[in-house]
């Protein structure tokens, strides 16, 4: 069996984090036609109303705030901690998860409803074959 | 139609039995229960068998080969932390059914230590976790406490106060996995895992089991209700559609349903509730749960814990046991373990723990993906 050569460029770490040809790399979602709901990642039906092939893609806004966040000091084997998980509500809808970076991990320096942004770097972990991912992070903004 | 009693229940003492099989660890609480029952495996005209990890595994078959093969239907039932309440319930509706007079329910698991949820690796190539946020059980039940202390200012030593209270209640409690009190500073102090939950504020992982025999009215009456408990409510959610439930799993919507429902069968309110036993999976969890159940006003849970409304000899105590902080939460177990709980207070038998003259109680438990399953039991006698 040939040897899995790693990938060219920076493979996305979830599906819904779209790398362009040309341009700059966004989140998608995809929105129900029917209800409005919003959902990560592709599908064909509507979870909340029902409708079926009623969905459509759109980019996500880099800009949001802060819902809520939990300071992680215990994961598993080679995850370094502290970090921050966090919950971020993006502006013109949908709601992704991360790791908030930019701040100390100290609930007195971290504000629930603060603004934050998107922003994409090389993931610090390559797969079996080399690979390399971009991830997203969520920082703080003016 | 008549109601469905619980006729016998008991559960194992919780703890660590790695030299047990899970068939033997059911087999061990079913026999209890019928024992207590004063019945015989025999008698028993179906088992609904709960349990997670070896769902695929035919347990509750499994389990009769422990106790006696009389081939009877045997169904297995998954539900993640839902499992044994969602076993009780399918016994319930069998006899609600008019199916059965007779029917054991069992629950049971075996955990490993450790960190629950959050370690597969994602559709693509490289694990997330650390990297887009964390899964992990007590991140996502901090991130559900964040989103109270965000609307109402509840803080991690409100939170942390859950803990000490549920430690305490398990020190009356000989069948708890821990017998220990653990005063707030050492609470607040304990290994932070995910703020604001500490090690202590986290579910114990323990092995365990719990059975109960269920019966029709009809067969009640016959065999003696005087240590039968009437099961007044039975009621089984899945998550509905909301907002951030795709990155936050919302388990306030279903438990709040699952609440309104069970209030509705059983036509009486949260103020007839003498105990409740809730899904204290994370001391977060707990104060959530104040207000899905209505054990108090929207943004008074906070108040609840500072002011003992909510531990033994306040106005409604809550997880009396222990709960999953302290007395364990083996997940398949836990549904029937609770249940156990209760019919013991309205049987008057909780000896040091005795809720006085408890006539309405509550068992709630809420698994993520998501499954909520709420009872209501009432005295008989």
Known sequence: MAEQEAAKGPLPIVPFLKIPAAGSPHLEAQRCKGCGAIFLGERSNCSKCGARDALEAFPLSSRGHLYVYSIVHRSFPGIEVPYISCIVDLEGGGTVKGNLIGIEPDPAKIKMGMPVETVFKIAPRKDAAGSEYLTYYFQPRP | MGDVYILGVDMIKFGRFPEKSVPQLGAQAALMALDDAGLKIQDMEALYCGNLYQASGMVGQRVLHEIGQTGVPVVNCANACATGATAFREAWMAIKAGAYDLVLAVGVEQMGKGLIGGGGAGRTGIPTE??????????????AGMEHSRKYGTSFEQFAKVSV????????????????????EMVMNAEMISYPNTKLMCSVNVDGSAAAVLCSEKKARELGMKRAVRVKASVLTSDPWTDRDLVMPDVNTCTRRAAAKAYEMAGISAKDLDLVELHDCFATAEILHYENLGLCGEGEAGRAIDEGWTALGGRIPVNVSGGLLSKGHPLGATG?????????????????????????GMTHVIGLGSACAIHVLEKVA
Do not use: C, D, W
């Open chain 2, 165 to 184: 209270k549920n430690h305490h209640h398990s020190t009356l409690n000989p069948k708890a996995m821990y017998q220990i009190e653990t005063p707030l």
């Open chain 2, 130 to 143: 650390g990297l887009l946020g964390s899964g992990t059980m007590p991140t996502v039940f901090a991130e």
């Open chain 2, 336 to 360: 029937i373990a609770n249940l156990y709980e209760v019919s013991t207070h309205l049987r008057g038998e909780a000896g040091k723990r005795q809720v006085p003259n408890a006539r309405f």
